[in-house]
């Protein structure tokens, strides 16, 4: 695969995004990449943009970018259009119009602000399909001008519209499942999880991924085979358990990603 030797993830989102300079933050900050220092001016690297930084600098691996989406859309306090768009939205196939209807509603419930000038979240909007969205017609995973993150297979355009797709799989590795899950338990101080709930719950895999129920369980059935869950589908349990052996969290998830 060719180095995007252009811009990185977190200069191309600081460069087409409203949302990164309304804050004053890199896109890298906003997903655990770069965190302050005392020295205002100055910026470090997190223990995750360490890893990246040592095992993918210039980002020739699809998994480097997965983690970018992955913390980036379930920030719902840092970049809510981002957390809205993935994570509840539920029309797969949408205009640009309707989904600006949508997020002016939705922003409101989610922050409880409504005075929210829709030019902003229009703004946001368009930088979320720009970010995401590869027309299925002419689409060239080639170019160098198409967003990367188009190449995740997350939003065609198509005729007008655009429509969310599940990603191609043969290019989706098991442990963006695994990181997800493990964030999700992380977050609600458990070891145990259903399925429905990676489904159908914010910041799941079914929602942040895009995955439908059968890839889903095809992923937890790798998963469970690798012995990084335990699976219990007896007596319609249905639910996915923590190795608690290993105790593993999201960033040795990633670390065990780079070293396979």
């Not at 949302?19 to 997190?46: D, Y």
Request: hydrophobic fraction near 35%; charged fraction near 30%; proline fraction near 4%.
């Amino acid at each position: 695969m060719e180095r995007y030797s252009v811009k990185t993830p977190g200069q191309m989102l600081w460069e087409s995004e409203p949302i990164w300079q309304r804050q004053s933050v890199t896109g890298c900050s906003l997903v655990g990449f770069i965190g302050k220092t005392e020295n205002r001016a100055a910026v470090k690297l997190e223990s995750l943009g360490q890893l990246v930084y040592q095992k993918d600098p210039y980002f020739e691996d699809d998994f480097s970018y997965w983690l970018v989406h992955m913390n980036l859309v379930t920030n719902a306090e840092a970049v809510t259009s981002w957390y809205l768009f993935f994570n509840t939205l539920q029309a797969e196939e949408f205009t640009r119009t309707e989904l600006e209807d949508y997020m002016l509603r939705e922003y409101a419930v989610e922050t409880g602000r409504t005075e929210i000038p829709r030019r902003s979240l229009a703004d946001d909007c368009s930088a979320i399909l720009r970010m995401y969205s590869s027309h299925v017609e002419d689409y060239d995973p080639e170019d160098k001008s198409i967003s990367p993150f188009a190449h995740l297979g997350l939003l065609k355009l198509d005729g007008g519209k655009y429509r969310k797709s599940q990603p191609n799989l043969n290019r989706l590795s098991p442990f963006a499942v695994w990181y997800l899950i493990e964030k999700m338990w992380e977050e609600n101080k458990t070891n145990s999880i259903s399925i429905a709930s990676l489904l159908e719950d914010a910041k799941g895999p079914g929602k942040v991924l895009q995955l439908k129920r059968a890839a889903l369980n095809e992923y937890l059935d790798k998963l469970d085979n690798y012995g990084y869950i335990r699976l219990n589908r007896t007596a319609g349990l249905d639910m996915v358990y923590k190795n608690e052996e290993k105790n593993w969290e999201p960033q040795k998830v990633a670390e065990l990603y780079y070293e396979k």
